[in-house]
């Protein structure tokens, strides 16, 4: 498994408590590139936040995600 598609998946992982709070899913999709592609339901569809977005970019800068 790429490196890069397991961090995403681990932060993922480390904030499924807070997304659950706030009644929402989000599950790695796929990797490709420079791309990550995160599939989001419940409230995290429409959320404004970017907290998922964030998290990734913190340790992972270059990385280019897209919500589904």
Partial sequence: MDETYKLITEILDDMRPLIEAHKG???MGTFT???AVIYCGGKCISCQDKCIEA???????DI????V
Wanted: net charge neutral; proline share 6%; hydrophobic share 45%.
């Fill in 64 to 67: 280019e995600i897209v919500f």
């Fill in 55 to 61: 998290a990734i970019k913190e340790k992972l800068p």
């Fill in 25 to 27: 899913v989000a599950e």
């Fill in 33 to 35: 590139g420079s791309r």
